[in-house]
């Protein structure tokens, strides 16, 4: 092996200096003066403490003894690589003879490192940055003596200091982080603590409502037990009733044959006591006494029989009456039984409805806890009031039926509007290719501060001009040359970033956001330009009507207009246009409306409810429209289509459409130029192909309206 002071086959070492200054770790910037200084501390003190490390007779300029003992030469040959076929011949000549004991170098190393270990004190928190200390010197010892291979030790050495300093700026980024990890389990156990008191509030609440339900339950039993005892009770009435009314029909009985006995007595009596009985003969009386006798035997078999045939009827007055009682009384117990079912129904509907409700908890319960994890606290919107210019009333004006979304929006316009107002300069987007045309500028632009009435107003007269040319140049073109017609090329470009940056921050007007829409490519301008018509050819309609021009129209003329001109459109969508209008179920059809002021605007270009439903009406039937197409063509968003299935598609969900709209439409959804447009059947169109994403975003850019039902049967 090659020995330290070997010069074979290696460049000179560097110096010392350089080593050492490779062993700074990165990042770290110090002084030179200070870095200089440092670097001849530490190499005084390491060449003091290697001079008694080497102090005595040991010198390491002689050959290092091979150690241990078992390790060879050959091995250790074939281990390193050889630098060159004269370094293996002269190595063999270097061989030293082999020695069984530990070199002396070795020893006094490790004796020093045990010294130094002994002397740390490693009860502080740097401990192990100390331990590494002696080491450090160690390998610093060992560098220094290896001439030969100082420059790779030095390197060695530089990148293990380089990685521990990079370790230490990792923990010392990291303590922070933990800090930051505590606070936040705090709070997560805070928020915790807080889900559970409001559980136990929930729980308590249905709880109480259980109970009550259960007493509820319980009074139900109880007047069902109260209407039996009830019914019983009359049962033993009408039992009383007729033995009661049995008993009189007896008496009575009685009563009838002690009257007649007494009649009989009386007659003969009077008979006895008349003047012209004594002068009868008296065999004569005889003979009718014994058959009077004969008589009143017959009488009496008579009564026997009928007593004993007829002993149990009741006589018909009381069985009227009593059949009239059991009548009632019959009625009465089906007037219970019918409100004990219900009353039984009305416990099962309550229980079915205790057992809906605990689901609807455990689902509320549920979206709750999901909703709290996810949304935010819900604003309160009245503290707009005080920064919005105009204070209360103006924000209760911008406010009025707007959801959070679109308070959100007005809110951003209003603070928008006053940074707009407060920028005297806007800085130019360049000449980039992304750039639009009428925005190419580099340098400082003026803000014209113009009010929002008279950018609506500027914006109309575009479109004044826009519709009456023959639209030859882009729109974006046309807009930059409207306004160096009407400012002067001089300050066409400011008016243009003004006007830019107003319909890009007023997303509610309509006028402004329609603009920007097209302005931008997002939606083609025959848009804008159909519905304008769709709504003047409403109002001609109307107004041809009114043969009188007072500007009222009744109910039913209303809504012959509105299908007359929509005859596609579902009959709640009349309904909703018709609501929209004024209409409500307590008028009639013969009450007048004014169609006037359903298409007046305010200052700033805000149509009336009317004409809003309209444009949603249209938003929303397009959709529907392109979703109808969607489902019928079966196919994915990412999946590709041709231009024969397309056509296939529109057919069938629109079988009204004429060819010259049906190829406007295809042109639009593959994007071809008129001339390149294919006709029906030939065999190029199946190499048309777009993906059907693409071609629903063109196609929803485009006014794309329903021609006729989707069979061919009469519209509603």
């Known amino acids: ?171 010392r980024a990291l303590e922070p982080l933990k800090a930051k990890l505590v606070t936040v389990n705090e709070d997560c156990n805070e928020r915790i603590l807080a889900m559970r008191a409001e559980e136990r509030d ?41 033995l009661h009314y049995l008993s009189e029909r007896d008496a009575r009985k009685i009563l009838i044959a002690d009257l007649n006995e007494l009649r009989y007595q009386r007659e003969d009596m009077s008979l006895a006591q008349s003047p012209g009985v004594w002068g009868e003969d008296p065999v ?90 996810t949304s935010t606290p819900r ?124 319909i890009k921050l007023f997303h509610t007007n309509e006028v402004m956001s329609q603009f920007y829409a097209v302005l931008m490519g997002k939606r083609k301008e025959s848009v804008y330009i159909k519905q304008m018509e769709t709504i003047a050819q409403l109002l001609k309609e109307m107004t041809n009507i009114d043969s009188q021009n007072e500007g009222l129209l009744t109910v039913e003329q209303l809504s012959t207009v509105l299908r007359s001109a929509f005859p596609f459109k579902k009959d709640e969508r009349i309904q909703e246009l018709m609501e929209t209008a004024g209409w409500h179920p307590s008028i009639s059809n013969a009450d007048l409306l004014d169609y006037r002021m359903l298409f007046m605007e305010d200052e700033e270009g805000q149509s009336v409810p009317f004409v809003q439903k309209l444009w949603e009406q249209y938003t929303v039937e397009k959709d529907e429209y392109l979703n109808e197409l969607k489902q019928e063509l079966g196919l994915e968003l990412k999946e590709e289509v041709t231009l024969p299935k397309v056509r296939e598609a529109l057919m069938n969900i629109d079988p009204s459409l004429d060819k010259q709209t049906l190829n406007h439409y295809l042109r639009q959804a593959f994007q071809l130029p008129m001339t390149e447009m294919p006709e029906e059947g030939e065999e190029r169109e199946e190499g048309i192909v777009t993906q059907l994403q693409t071609a629903l975003e063109q196609l929803q850019m485009n006014d794309i309206r329903r021609m006729g039902p989707r069979e061919q049967e009469p519209a509603s």
């Open 1 to 171: 092996t090659c020995t330290p002071h070997s010069r074979l086959c290696h460049p000179p070492p560097p110096s010392p200096s350089l080593c050492r200054a490779q062993l700074r770790p990165l990042g770290v910037s110090i002084d030179d003066s200070l870095i200089t200084e440092t670097k001849n501390t530490q190499k005084r003190k390491l060449s003091q403490k290697r001079k008694t490390l080497l102090s005595g007779s040991f010198s390491i300029g002689g050959h290092l003894s091979p150690w241990p003992r078992y390790i060879s030469d050959q091995t250790i040959l074939h281990n390193r690589k050889p630098c060159s076929d004269d370094y293996r011949k002269r190595a063999g000549s270097l061989q030293q003879p082999l020695g069984t004991t530990k070199p002396r170098y070795l020893e006094q190393l490790e004796n020093y490192l045990r010294k130094e270990l002994l002397l740390l004190d490693l009860s502080t928190d740097s401990a192990q940055e100390l331990k590494l200390q002696p080491y450090r010197e160690i390998f610093e010892f060992f560098i220094e003596d290896f001439k030969t291979y100082k420059p790779l030790l030095s390197s060695i050495k530089n990148a293990y200091e380089v990685m521990l300093a990079h370790q230490r700026e990792k923990i």
């Open 202 to 242: 929930e729980v308590s609440m249905l709880k109480k409502e259980k109970m009550n339900l259960l007493k509820l339950i319980d009074k139900k039993n109880e007047e069902k037990i109260s209407l039996q005892t009830e019914v019983t009770k009359l049962r033993k009435n009408l039992a009383e009733e007729y």
């Open 284 to 373: 004569k009386l005889t003979v009718a006494l014994k058959m009077a006798r004969q008589d009143l035997t017959r009488t009496q078999m008579e009564l026997n029989t009928m007593k004993a045939n007829f002993g149990d009827v009741v006589p018909r007055r009381d069985f009227e009456m009593q059949e009239k009682t059991l009548k009632e009384l019959q009625e009465q117990l089906e007037s219970l039984r019918d409100d004990y079912e219900e009353v039984r129904k009305e416990h099962e509907m309550l229980l079915q409805l205790h057992m809906s409700t605990l689901k609807e908890r455990d689902q509320f319960y549920s979206e709750l806890q999901e909703i709290q994890r």
């Open 379 to 502: 604003p309160d919107w009245s503290k707009c009031e005080d920064v919005v210019a105009g204070g209360r009333d103006r924000w209760h004006m911008l406010a009025e039926g707007k959801n959070s979304d679109q308070l959100v929006d007005v809110l951003l316009e209003e603070i928008g509007e006053g940074l707009l107002r407060e920028k005297d300069f806007f800085t130019g987007l360049g000449y980039g290719e992304s750039i639009p045309p009428f925005l190419r500028f580099d340098g400082m632009v003026e803000n014209k501060k113009p009010t929002k009435k008279e950018v609506v107003k500027l914006l109309k007269n575009a479109w004044k001009e826009r519709i009456t040319e023959e639209q030859k140049e882009k729109f974006p073109d046309f807009f930059f040359s409207f306004l160096e017609r009407h400012f002067g090329p001089g300050d066409a470009m400011a008016w243009a970033y003004t006007i830019f940056e107003y």
